[in-house]
């Protein structure tokens, strides 16, 4: 059953079984979320992110941000626009997660004093 709160702006339709996405969450076109996914409020996901089976991303949490140049850089940011969260990951609280990462299963991802916890993390090139 797909649970999705009235007050959320939800602009795909590749969600899977037993998802739930809470109040004022904004998820944007083209993104795929898998099966048995809680979002909770204030969530905000980018077009091109993909969140696997058994993830719960906490309020307030970004997935699929924009890398931008400091101040002046000479070469500005290059990055493809996709994020990959794999199954059973946690994102946790006002958790950052910018565009061209992929994390693998079981991965957990909390904001507060920048904890990570890398059980098995891998990052992808998409060059």
């Keep these: 059953m797909i649970r999705i709160s009235a007050w959320a702006e939800v602009e795909t339709e590749a969600i899977g079984a037993d998802v739930a996405i809470a109040e004022f969450a904004v998820v944007r076109p083209d993104v795929t979320i898998a099966n048995r996914v809680v979002i909770h409020p204030h969530v905000v996901i980018e077009s091109g992110a993909r969140v696997g089976d058994n993830v719960e991303i906490f309020p307030g949490a970004y997935?699929?941000?924009?890398?931008?140049?400091?101040?002046?850089l000479s070469l500005a940011p290059r990055f493809e626009a996709w994020v990959d969260i794999g199954a059973d990951c946690s994102i946790?609280?006002?958790?950052?997660?910018?565009?061209?990462?992929?994390?693998d299963g079981s991965y957990q991802v909390w904001s507060e004093h920048n904890r990570v916890d890398p059980r098995r993390h891998q990052h992808v090139s998409r060059s």
């Design 63 to 72: 997935i699929g941000k924009a890398a931008k140049g400091a101040g002046a």
């Design 92 to 103: 946790g609280p006002h958790a950052v997660i910018f565009y061209d990462v992929s994390l």
